[in-house]
């Protein structure tokens, strides 16, 4: 199976679930999640259709920047992004995904401010309560979103989301549902209200997630295949 022909499989799942939760396939956006995947791979990906990339590593998004692995797509920052690298991210991205954290959040805005444009972001909900991962939790977020909302060059566009490793089928679908729901609640909250993005679902829990009200999933080794790890 070539990248092409797996993200054609994969529009026709999503496509369903997007039927099944009476919405269309084209109002749900497709990242890549190219995380060890060359420059030929992620060009590949957007002679197929693809809607947009994400990186999760800050070394190798650079990298793969100065190869024109993205030209010709939205390029989003998905992984964890420690405030020390900010300033490599912040207006090479589209969107950064992942922001988990107030003091994240104000180092975004210090340095768009710095740069004069204003960086679209989400804000990550840990959903799970898990220790070791980032994320703002549900109690936490309607503040941040305040907090988003008041900084000039900050603009949050919704919510994103990893849930915990599944160890059942739908297990996840809860979680999925949580999120939603937090959405709804608090973009309605926001006064001039941006709110679009609601990011979540992989390669192995996407219908779920589409079907619980997601119109962004980030597809990785559905698209690539398994990731090398021993390279
Ligand atoms: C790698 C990654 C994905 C894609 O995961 P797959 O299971 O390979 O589809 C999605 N989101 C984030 C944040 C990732 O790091």
Not at 144 to 171: D, F, K, N, S, Y
Not at 179 to 207: C, P, Q, R, T
Request: aromatic share 6%.
């Amino acid at each position: 199976m070539s990248i092409a022909d797996n993200i054609s499989f994969f529009r026709a799942r999503i496509d369903e679930a997007a039927r099944q939760s009476g919405r269309s396939g084209d109002q749900i956006m497709l990242v890549g999640a190219s995380k060890m995947n060359d420059a030929a791979a992620c060009r590949q990906a957007i002679d197929a259709g693809i809607d947009a990339l994400g990186e999760n590593r800050v070394q190798e998004m650079t990298r793969k920047l100065a190869e024109h692995a993205y030209d010709g797509v939205p390029l989003h920052f998905i992984g964890h992004l420690q405030r020390n690298k900010v300033r490599q991210v912040v207006g090479k991205a589209t969107l950064i995904q992942s922001v988990g954290s107030e003091p994240l959040l104000r180092e975004i805005e210090k340095t768009a401010g710095q740069l004069e444009l204003v960086q679209d972001i989400l804000l990550e909900v840990n959903i799970g309560g898990e220790e070791a991962k980032s994320g703002f939790s549900p109690e936490e977020l309607l503040r941040a979103a305040e907090l988003a909302a008041q900084l000039p060059h900050i603009r949050c566009r919704g919510l994103m989301t990893i849930p915990p490793v599944a160890r059942r089928p739908h297990q996840n679908l809860p979680y999925f549902e949580k999120v939603y729901a937090l959405f709804v609640d608090i973009s309605g909250k926001m006064y001039d209200n941006k709110w679009e993005y609601i990011s979540m679902g992989m390669s192995g829990d996407f219908d779920d997630a589409i079907r619980a009200g997601s119109n962004m999933v980030r597809l990785g080794t559905g698209i690539f295949g398994a990731r090398d790890y021993t390279k």
